[in-house]
Every structure is written in structure tokens, then in C-alpha cells.
């Protein structure tokens, strides 16, 4: 394992992701988008629902430090993908995950996480065929972090 020095976003999405698997029955995982291939299934074939989470660039955003740009805030979006054998089943977790991470907030990032007006789409897996079938429901959001790492601290 490679050993990374903390900084305050590293921490802030491993605070993101522990924060939805202790909240969440289904599975969390951060990877990108799935399609037909990398869909995850149950060893029946199935489509269980889980979530799958990817994390944006940053931007600086609001305040300035004296510091300079170690120092600055900045910006962070971080799309939760809901995948699911089924629309409503989609639908409702998606609801779910908004109740429980809207204003939520993390040790760096004291504003609390808001919505961004992207996505809301629901849609199926691309690559799929009448034996697999997905429904996946996409939800944007940001969160604005005071930016640090070791080398500040």
C-alpha cells in the first residue's frame, strides 16, 4: 500500500464514504460509473442495489489565505450513483441518500454538503440487454473544504 500524506480532502472523501456505508444498507463503492461489464451482480445473476460514489476535482472557491494556495478554500464535487434492478427501488434510496447528505457536515468542510442543479436523470445501463438490466439514478453534489496538508500543519 502506498502511503499518501493527509491532506484535508483526502480526509474529507474517506470521511464521505465511511459516512455512507455506516448510513446505508446497501454497498458503497467508490468507482466510476458502471456499465453492462462492470455492473456488480449477486452470485445469482442479480442486480442487488449499491451505490456507486466518484469524487471530482477541486476549484478554489471563497476564502483566500495569507498562506497562499495551501491555504485557500476550495470546491469539491462528488456524484452518488444509485444502481438498482429496479426504478422505484432507485428512486427511493436516491431520496434517501439527499435526506441523509444534504447540509451534512465534515471535519474540514464546516458548510455542509449541498446539492448541484446537474443530473436527476434516471436511466438504464448502457450496454444493456433483455437479460441484464439496470436503473441508475445520479445525484451531483459539492462541499467546500479549508484546504491543508502536512506540509502546512
Excluded: C
Aim: charged content about 20%; hydrophobic content about 40%; aromatic content about 10%.
Amino acid at each position: 500500500m502506498v502511503d499518501f500524506e493527509l491532506n484535508s480532502i483526502d480526509y474529507t472523501q474517506d470521511e464521505i464514504l465511511s459516512f455512507l456505508q455506516d448510513s446505508l444498507p446497501q454497498p458503497v463503492y467508490e468507482e466510476s460509473v458502471p456499465d453492462g461489464d462492470t455492473l456488480k451482480r449477486n452470485h445469482l445473476g442479480q442486480i442487488d442495489p449499491y451505490l456507486a460514489v466518484q469524487f471530482g476535482d477541486v476549484y478554489a472557491r471563497g476564502v483566500r489565505s495569507m498562506i497562499g494556495q495551501k491555504g485557500h478554500d476550495y470546491s469539491m464535487s462528488f456524484a452518488v450513483q444509485v444502481v438498482s434492478p429496479d426504478a422505484n427501488i432507485g428512486r427511493k434510496i436516491s431520496n434517501r441518500v439527499l435526506s441523509l447528505i444534504l447540509g451534512k457536515q465534515f471535519t474540514y468542510a464546516p458548510g455542509g454538503v449541498e446539492k448541484l442543479p446537474v443530473g436527476g436523470a434516471l436511466m438504464t445501463i448502457n450496454q444493456s440487454d433483455p437479460a441484464t438490466q439496470a436503473y441508475m439514478v445520479p445525484s451531483w453534489y459539492k462541499i467546500v473544504i479549508h484546504y491543508f496538508d502536512e506540509d502546512v500543519v
